[in-house]
C-alpha cells in the first residue's frame, strides 16, 4: 500500500493541473463555492492582480494590456475547450506559483476533463521572473513525474511538450490542447511576449 500511494498522489496532481477541480473543490462549502466563482468572473473581465497585499507592496504597475493581449494572441492557435480563468487559488495551489513574485497574470485552463489545454502569462516583479519560469518548470514536472496510468497517456504526453518562455520581467506557460500544434504555439511564443 505505502509504495502505490506516491503514484496515486502523482495522478491526483496531474489530474489537479488538468481538470475542472479537485476533490478537495467539491467538498468546499457553498459560500466558498460563490467566492471562488465571484473571483474567477473578475478575472475573465480583466487580468488578476497578483494579490491584494502582493500590489500595495510593490510599486511596479499590472500591464494587463500585456498579458491580455499576450494570452489572446496564445489562444488563437491554442484554443482552450470551455476555458477557466486562472485566479489567485489557482495559481498558487495548482500551478504552485509563489504570489509574492508576481505583479499580475492572466490565463485559462481548460475545464474539459478529456483535455489539458492551459494557457497562462505572468508579470514577474524586477528581478523574479526566473523565479516564477523555475516553479512553473516543477509545475511541468509534477505533471509528466508518473506515466504509469494508460488512460492519461495523451495528456501527459502534450504536458510533456508544454512550452515555458520568457522575455523580461514577462513569463508565459502553454500546454497544448489535445490536438494542438506545438509548431503553431512556438510560432505564437516568439512575437507574444514582446512589448
Known sequence: MKKLLPFILCAA??????????????SSTTSESSSVASETVSSEETSEPASDSAESES????????????????????PIANPRALDDFSVENELMLTMDNLVAYKGDVTNDQADCG????????????????????????????????????D???????????????????????????YAAIDTALETALNF
Open 155 to 181: 495528456k501527459i504526453a502534450q504536458a510533456k511538450e508544454a512550452r515555458i518562455v520568457s522575455n523580461g520581467n514577462y513569463v508565459a506557460i502553454v500546454i497544448a490542447s489535445i490536438g494542438g500544434d
Open 13 to 26: 496532481i496531474l489530474l489537479a493541473g488538468c481538470s475542472n477541480a479537485t476533490s478537495s473543490e467539491s
Open 118 to 153: 492551459l494557457v497562462f502569462v505572468a508579470q514577474a516583479k524586477d528581478g523574479k521572473a526566473a523565479d516564477v519560469e523555475a516553479e512553473l518548470q516543477a509545475y511541468k514536472d509534477s505533471l509528466t513525474a508518473n506515466d504509469m496510468y494508460a488512460e492519461f497517456a
Open 59 to 78: 510599486t511596479e504597475e499590472a500591464q494587463t494590456a500585456n498579458l491580455e493581449s499576450a494570452v489572446a494572441a496564445l489562444e488563437e492557435v491554442n
